[in-house]
């Protein structure tokens, strides 16, 4: 056989679907959730996918103590998309909603959903291992004890003025024929105040994210072998335009009038007030307000080009990732009302705060002749949040080198109890185990209709980490535990 018809016979063109989503706004505004479902299915029709992952920050929203409880019902109505249940059956949920550790806590949220026809595996970071991925699972809690999830809050010295809020990461990583890949989730940090981001280039808080991003890329795991893994990191990196520059571009005539009002009794500037030669505000700035007045919308949705010369963030990374060209208006913040769905808030300065980078390893491998990488916003003509979510749709051709691989079996550290399982499990047992998923699925119609809630009271108690054996309602840990000793195959 040529070596052509072996590369062909070995290539395998997986489709993926990657979003992040800012979900602050649609658990403190329920009324949101409809739409932004909405829109969350009609993507997933667009872009027909083998694998689906979503990250979400800001789960429970900025006020997580009284909307946390809202979790369930957004679970339960995400699993619930047609596409979703229909196409895929299996998943692995993680939402870290324990916000009484707050040592840990970092509110963010994944999602990962795989059709049926991918063979997949997940790793195992305690026992580092690759296992199986089959069945569905949801965890939820403080994810402390979740082996498949790394989650790291930022340590406080990280901190805009070491004051610690929910930023953080996660890490997952897999294996699809061959090619082992990390999906990251990151939350960095804010601007606090419009006058302080304004004040030089670059911001404070942009030397903090830039600091904590660092921290986070050069200290990824390697694979078994001593490689680094290729990986695509997708969150709210909160990368802001420079504000210093931007406002001397405003501010570039002659005939303009700059206004720094201070504080009464203080040398503290308020409110910084930029006018035209009529007189007219063209820009206002306050620690909460950025306003372009008449022109705000139009500069940053109509402008899109224009306002994205003042991004400069995400350049410090070249050397780290690649990002696909920027078409779309800046992902935050928008109106949070039906009628707007276009309109800016005028808090802060807009910005593409939303991201999805690749390493560059993992973005050659991107198969941009079978499909055309799509990058852009969900929901554009819809309110779904003051965050629109971001996607990025691509296939990445792996090719499985037969070689390569036996060797890079040998390098994994796969535990030999499991390997032998696998290889000499007996028809007996198989038939076993898929009479019993086949009854767990039976149930499930059943089980639905009685709304099993998925999330205890908060407490101080360990993860809330219970198995989904079928579709998405929890079952007895006694039950997961005889399933998984018919099955001898990893959770």
């Not at 990251?184 to 006058?195: K, Q, R, T």
């Not at 990002?323 to 300065?349: K, N």
């Not at 779904?384 to 080198?401: C, E, F, R």
């Not at 767990?440 to 101080?460: G, M, R």
Request: with cysteine; aromatic share 12%; proline share 4%.
């Amino acid at each position: 056989m040529s070596d052509e018809k072996i590369f062909s016979l070995n290539q395998s063109n997986v489709r993926f679907l990657f979003i992040t989503a800012n979900t602050g706004s649609i658990f403190e505004k329920p009324e949101l959730l409809t739409t932004w479902l909405l829109e969350f299915g009609n993507l997933l029709r667009r872009h027909p996918s083998d694998f689906i992952a979503l990250h979400c920050q800001e789960v429970g929203g900025k006020d997580y103590e009284k909307y946390m409880h809202t979790l369930d019902q957004f679970i339960n109505d995400l699993l619930q998309i047609p596409e979703l249940s229909s196409d895929f059956n299996r998943h692995r949920l993680y939402f870290d909603s324990d916000y009484a550790s707050q040592e840990t806590f970092t509110a963010l949220g994944c999602a990962y959903f795989i059709r049926q026809n991918l063979s997949v595996q997940q790793w195992n970071f305690t026992n580092s291992t690759f296992q199986s991925v089959v069945n569905r699972h949801i965890f939820a809690g403080s994810l402390r004890n979740v082996q498949t999830l790394r989650k790291e809050k930022y340590p406080r010295e990280f901190f805009p003025e070491a004051k610690w809020s929910r930023k953080g990461t996660t890490q997952t990583r897999w294996l699809i024929n061959g090619f082992i890949f990390d999906l990251l989730n990151v939350h960095l940090f804010h601007d606090a105040s419009n006058l302080l981001a304004a004040e030089r280039s670059p911001s404070i808080y942009s030397k903090c994210r830039r600091n904590a991003l660092e921290y986070t890329l050069q200290n990824l795991p390697m694979d078994p072998s001593g490689k680094h893994v290729p990986y695509v990191i997708f969150g709210d990196f909160n990368f802001r335009l420079d504000a210093h520059r931007l406002v001397e571009h405003i501010s570039d005539k002659r005939a303009d009038l700059i206004d720094k009002i201070k504080e009464k009794n203080s040398d503290e500037i308020a409110k910084i007030i930029i006018r035209n030669e009529d007189n007219k505000p063209k820009l206002t700035i306050e620690k909460k307000e950025f306003n372009l007045h008449d022109n705000h919308d139009a500069f940053f949705n109509t402008n899109t080009r224009q306002a994205h010369t003042f991004d400069f963030e995400s350049s410090l990374f070249h050397d780290y990732v690649y990002e696909y060209d920027i078409t779309f208006p800046p992902s935050y913040p928008y109106s949070e009302e039906h009628h707007e769905a276009r309109s800016y808030l005028r808090a802060r300065c807009p910005a593409w705060c939303d991201r999805i980078l690749l390493s560059h390893s993992l973005k050659n491998v991107v198969d941009t002749k079978v499909n055309k990488p799509s990058y852009d916003l969900m929901g554009y003509d819809t309110c779904v949040g003051d965050h629109k979510p971001v996607y990025l749709s691509l296939t990445m051709g792996l090719v499985q080198d037969i070689n390569d691989n036996i060797q890079s079996m040998k390098n994994l550290t796969f535990t030999s109890n499991h390997l032998a399982t696998e290889l000499h499990m007996s028809d007996k047992m198989k038939t076993r185990s898929h009479e019993m998923e086949a009854s767990i699925s039976t149930n499930f119609e059943d089980l639905i209709i009685k709304k099993v809630p998925f999330l205890p009271a908060i407490n101080n108690n360990d993860d809330d980490h219970r198995t989904v054996l079928a579709h998405h309602i929890f079952y007895a840990n006694i039950k997961h535990t005889f399933i998984r000793f018919i099955r001898e195959s990893p959770v």
